[in-house]
Each structure stands twice: as structure tokens, then as C-alpha cells.
């Protein structure tokens, strides 16, 4: 009997095994049906967008739970071209407008647009064309490093020389001469250059033919971060929101990527919600961001006169003695 009952653990083992898995599997199967039920949250319309720079936000609420807003009648109109940072303390609603200002949420009440066309409204692929959204959080999909950068980009999935070929297209001018054709080397490694990832890049095992991702070449969190920045140059767009899109790296190299990065996007709207204020002194206008409210609005030189908020918060990041800083 105690050798039939020792025979029998391993297949009990087993089946336990399987029940625990199909449990798991269920799981996951239910979230997925839950995705795909989740009704839209927008409308396309019929509005044109009339300068891509151009947003603005008008008396716009919002809340996460009915009868508790978090952003409380916001108005804002950011210029064309402008470089923008928001400011303020933790939980102040700062990431919460940004992602208004990308429309990945819709306001509650009140509008946001872009060019005189409301985010909501937009068809998900020209909106996600026009403004993207980066944040602190970081996510390397299993495939290439090639894969991952031109992710930004679906309709150019193919290797620079096939698209070449179909399209009569001679050596690495795919990418330039036909906006479907995936980014050449030349370009991918420009991109990575920018955000200083091209020399971790270069030591992988096999350049941006190197598997990373779970189960392969794993990346730090702060490469992860480096890789988001250099996909969202490939994308090119023309808003972009960042909301400590550096925080994963230390000063200064973040500061370092931040000037790199200011080079490359001239012309380009920028939003940059960061707690580093040097992101604030580099801005051509700051907001400050309390209890859902923008409480002060100028440049880092008006804002520092006018010995308020900013002033405090400023005061407060560089100690006493750093007052009145030279303008840049």
C-alpha cells in the first residue's frame, strides 16, 4: 500500500499542476473577453484639425470617480511650436492633465483640441500621428531591437531592402522617399544616438538584430526608457506630451537627453511634466499645477519675480541661496 500510494503522488502532482494552469488560463482568457467588450470611449467627428501644434484646453473637469474631480475647470491654450513644462507637487494632477492633453482620456466636462479639433473626436490612428504620450512607465516587447523602435510606425514592417525592391526604391533611400517604408539602419541608429542609447546598443550581441525582452537580452529600466524616447523620434510627431520621460535616468544624463532631444524636436509642440525644474528653466512658459488648478502661468523668469509657487518650489529644489537664476 505505501508503494501504490508513493506511485500515485507523481500523477496527482501533476494533475494539480494542470488545474492550477487551465485556472490561470481561464484568468486570463476572462480579462481578455473584458478588453474586447469594453465599449468606445470616443466618437469620430467631423472636424478638421487646422494647425496640428495648436491645443487647447477649455474648462476642462475630470475624475476618475463620479462626484470627485481631480482637475477642476483647467484652461490652457498651448502655442504652436512651444515648448511647455507643468510643475507642482505629488498628486496635484499633473500626469492626470497630460493625459488629457494627449487624448487618452476625454474631459468630463469642457474640450481639449487640437488645431480646432476636439482629441476625443479624432480617429484613433490620425490622433495617435499627431500627439503622443510618454511616460515614466517603460514596456520592451519580446522581438528585435529593430522590431521594438519601428513599432511606432505600423505600416513600415519590412526590412529597408525589401521595401526597396517592391518599390524600385534604390539602397537605404526607403525610408526617406516613401513615408510607408520601414526606417533604415542609418535612421534607427540616428535615433538611438539622440537619446544616447547607441552605445549599450552597439555592444549587443547582434547590433539591432538582438533579441530583447523576456526570455532573451534583458534591458535596464533605464535602456527601456532610452528605447521609448528613440521610438517616439521615429514616429515623428507633432505634440508630444512627456511625462518624466527621463525620470529613470540619473541628472545628468537626463539633462544631457533633454538638450539632445530639445534639438531635435525644434518646431515641435512640447509638453514636459517633470519634478527636475531644470526642464522648467529650459521652457518657454510654466504652469503650475495645485489641487487640480493651474495656479500660476509664465516663463521661469516672470514666474521667479512674481516670488509665488514656483518661486517656493525652485527655492525649495536648489536651496536658499539660489534665488534668481541667469536665464538661458
Known sequence: MTLYIQQLMNPLNTLLDWLDTLQVGGASLARLLGVAQVPPDREVGGHAVADPRDLIGTDVRFAYVEGRDVLHGVDLAVRPGERFAMVGPSGAGKST??????????????????????????????????????????????????????????????????????????GGQAA??????????????????VVDADTWAMTLPDGLDTVVGSGAVALTAPQAQQLALARLLLVDPKV?????????????????LERSLSAVLKGRTVIAIAHRLHTAHDADRVAVVEDGRIVELGSHRELMEADGAYAQLWQSWHGESALMPPAV
Open 240 to 256: 508630444l506630451v512627456l511625462d518624466e520621460a527621463t525620470s529613470l535616468l540619473d541628472p545628468r544624463a537626463a539633462r544631457h
Open 176 to 193: 526617406a522617399d516613401d513615408p510607408d517604408a520601414v526606417p533604415g539602419d542609418d535612421e534607427l541608429w540616428r535615433a538611438l544616438a
Open 97 to 170: 492633465l497630460g493625459r488629457l492633453l494627449a487624448g487618452i482620456h476625454g474631459p468630463r466636462v469642457g474640450t481639449v483640441a487640437l488645431g480646432g479639433a476636439p482629441l476625443i473626436e479624432l480617429p484613433l490612428g490620425e490622433l495617435c500621428g499627431e500627439v503622443v504620450l510618454v511616460t515614466q512607465d517603460h514596456h520592451v516587447f519580446a522581438g528585435t531591437l529593430r522590431d521594438n523602435l519601428c513599432l511606432g510606425a505600423p505600416d513600415r514592417v519590412r526590412r529597408d531592402g525589401e521595401a526597396g525592391e517592391e518599390r524600385g526604391i534604390e
